[in-house]
């Protein structure tokens, strides 16, 4: 029997199994449906995904040997509560050369943004987990049964027209390949003007790919010029 683990909010590593049936013999899980795709993508790889897929703990020994925090991670994973992950803030322990906690200042970029562009940002609704999508009612944001909407300024909407719940598309240009979004919902919200807001991953589709912050290589969903259009 196979469970998976994973972090909560807490910085809690705990294992976590379904309880129900599945409803079908051929439905496959998230590490299998992974471990398929590596082995086929990356036949040549030294990765043992065939075996990942069938013994979950090997997958723990080779993250264990490469992540800090995870010691015995197989052991104290089963523990009934789990196991807390090192915190550097929380303990009081910073990996400098002061061993003190180090800031530093950054240089806020400049958004030279032509006529009907905005930044947009990408974000999560209250009852949205990463990706997985529990309900459609973002209750901290007022919004209730949809999710193709697009959070505006009230005085971006007043200049373009737009009233509440006023249908657009949205279109994003990169490196000279322009991206689509279509059928979006005006939704007015007090975010700065110039700047406007979406759920993922209904307008991942504008992130472009080969954007992406130089440190992480983390897509840039913060930052995505677009237009709109109704």
């Not at 015995?72 to 994973?77: G, I, L, M, S, T």
């Not at 959070?151 to 009233?163: H, S, T, Y």
């Not at 700065?192 to 992480?216: Q, W």
């Amino acid at each position: 029997k196979q469970f998976v683990s994973c972090e909560n909010s807490m910085g809690v590593v705990h294992s976590s199994e379904g309880k129900r049936t599945p409803p079908s013999e051929k439905l496959k899980s998230e590490v299998e449906i992974v471990c398929d795709l590596g082995s086929i993508m990356l036949d040549s790889s030294s990765i043992p995904w065939e075996e990942y897929k069938t013994n979950y703990d090997l997958i723990r020994d080779d993250i264990e040997k490469v992540i800090p925090g995870f010691d015995d991670y197989n052991k104290r994973v089963r523990q009934p509560s789990g196991f807390y992950l090192p915190n550097g803030a929380r303990e009081r322990q910073f990996n400098t050369a002061s061993g003190k906690a180090e800031f530093t200042i950054n240089e806020l970029p400049e958004n030279e943004l032509q006529e009907g562009e905005y930044i947009m940002m990408t974000i999560r609704s209250h009852d949205q987990f990463n990706t997985t999508i529990y309900g459609l009612n973002d209750r901290y944001r007022g919004i209730f049964n949809e999710r193709r909407v697009v959070l505006m300024n009230e005085q971006d909407m007043k200049a373009r027209g737009f009233k509440s719940k006023t249908a657009v598309d949205l279109f994003s240009v990169y490196n000279g390949v322009k991206r689509e979004a279509r059928k979006f919902m005006v939704v007015p919200y007090p975010i700065p003007e110039g700047n406007v807001a979406t759920y993922f991953p209904e307008a991942n589709t504008l992130v472009p790919i080969d954007s992406f912050a130089r440190g992480s290589l983390t897509p840039a969903s913060k930052r995505v010029v677009v237009t709109i259009e109704n």
